[in-house]
């Protein structure tokens, strides 16, 4: 298997502590990159081809050369923690365990946009990893790491931790950015974009946790070294998130030359208790389903896109045969309804109508023109809201109805689940 590069020490006794993290080359990569010109920065990792971990796999280097240099206006860095998708922890595991890699990375994208300060803006529910973060900062500030003069080289960097108020719409970059100056989480009418006017108003880079915890060994090791781990344009390490019907749920870091099929089975160790598996929902909630005939595919961006669905977040939910598919939507669509920032009328009341059609039919109630009518409702979301939350709700209901109409027709066409009793009341997906 894969030798780990971003959670290689994450299993030691205090991990999280300045001198095991120094014990293992922190902050080395600030160090080299101290050594180089902004420019040159932001060109290592441009060639690096390093792309967001947080869903929309945006190439990092590229957002970073945005950025105005001729600004006169502050410019920031926010690290995105907002981890809130269902089925994504890949990002807990770096702060908490290795939070100085994060920190490392915040300052250098400080260090080539010319930014001093940044923000990581942590899930509210994150109570215990927002410490852990504080504790990190302290202890780097103590030795030098951060803040004034680092390395004797005149940079200048200082990071602060913001927690959430629990909002899944504040993981969007411009929902995050209203929330940072205090403001409800919600999405920005774009043109023009962050790295032009950000934070306050001013040039911001906004990255995923996983993304900055990238940079140090880009700097350190060389973009050659980066982009040959993956794919053409999917290269780097990659944490895998796999929940669900499988024998060892948990984070897994691999390169993306690894396929799906590979990671349920080899890493995961395989379907739980030997029963088949049904689907995986392959980047967290909001991408298609894929079925079992598809997973042999490479677990990278370009990948699982040409198997028709996303990387996304990495998150794999892996369902087996004793999986209802309406009641997976229903449940992901409840999620939705709840979180739905309420500022697109498509988004508000287009995830509550979808909720009370599988609803109906969940409840034996449906009838077979509710199917068509659950089809218009999705396809009137898509593409009509500020932000992706419209696209991704949509997503678990179009592709369920995709691979597994015959199961909304016999619920109706029944009355009821057509699953036998005991997998509806075991551990299954009732």
Not at 117 to 139: K, N, P, Q, T
Not at 157 to 177: K, N, P, Q, T
Not at 212 to 219: E, F, K, M
């Amino acid at each position: 298997m894969f030798e780990p590069v971003l959670t290689s020490f994450v299993r030691e006794p205090n991990s999280f502590t300045l001198d095991v993290a120094l014990g293992h080359g922190a902050y080395e990569g600030l160090r080299k990159a101290l050594t180089m010109a902004p420019a040159q920065v932001i060109e290592t990792v441009k060639a690096s081809g390093v792309r967001g971990r947080g869903g929309a796999g945006f190439p990092a280097g590229m957002k970073w050369g945005f950025v105005p240099k001729d600004s006169p206006k502050p410019k920031y860095v926010c690290c995105n923690a907002d981890e809130s998708e269902p089925g994504t922890f890949k990002d807990h595991v770096l702060m908490e365990r290795n939070p100085h890699l994060v920190l490392e990375g915040c300052a250098i994208s400080c260090f080539a946009i010319g930014a001093k300060v940044s923000y990581i803006y942590i899930r509210g529910e994150f109570h215990h990893v927002a410490d852990v973060l504080e504790s990190a900062i302290a202890e780097a500030r103590a030795r030098g790491y951060l803040g004034q003069n680092i390395f004797g080289s005149g940079f200048d960097c200082d990071i602060f931790v913001h927690r959430g108020a629990g909002a899944y719409e504040a993981g969007e970059e411009s929902a995050l950015l209203e929330s940072l100056e205090g403001k409800r989480a919600q999405p920005r009418l774009r043109p023009p974009f962050p790295a032009v006017v950000g934070l306050y108003g001013c040039p911001t880079v906004i990255n995923n946790v996983e993304t900055l915890a990238n940079v140090p060994a880009i700097i350190t090791k060389g973009p050659e070294w980066f982009a040959a781990l993956g794919p053409d344009k999917n290269g780097g390490p990659k944490l895998y998130c796999i929940s669900g019907h499988v024998e060892r749920p948990g984070v897994y870091e691999a390169t993306m030359r690894t396929t799906v099929r590979q990671l349920i089975n080899d890493y995961a160790g395989g379907i739980r208790k030997g029963r088949t598996l049904k689907a995986v929902i392959p980047g967290g909630s909001s991408t298609p389903v894929m079925l079992p005939n598809a997973i042999d595919c490479e677990a990278s961006y370009d990948g699982i896109a040409k198997a028709g669905s996303m990387l996304g977040s990495a998150a794999m939910i892996v369902m087996d045969d004793t999986t209802c598919m309406v009641w997976a939507a229903a449940n992901l669509i409840h999620f939705y309804r709840h979180e739905s920032c309420g500022k697109c009328t498509p988004c508000r009341e287009g995830a509550d109508w979808m909720l009370k059609i599988l609803l109906k039919i969940e409840r034996g109630e449906g009838e077979m023109r509710d199917l068509k009518l659950l089809e218009s409702v999705a396809n009137n979301i898509t593409g009509k809201t500020l932000c992706p939350f419209g696209d991704a709700e949509v997503a678990p209901v179009l592709s369920t109805l995709q691979h597994f109409r015959h199961e909304y027709e016999a619920h109706i066409r029944e009355g009821r689940c057509p699953l036998p009793a005991e997998w509806r009341c075991g551990g299954g997906g009732h």
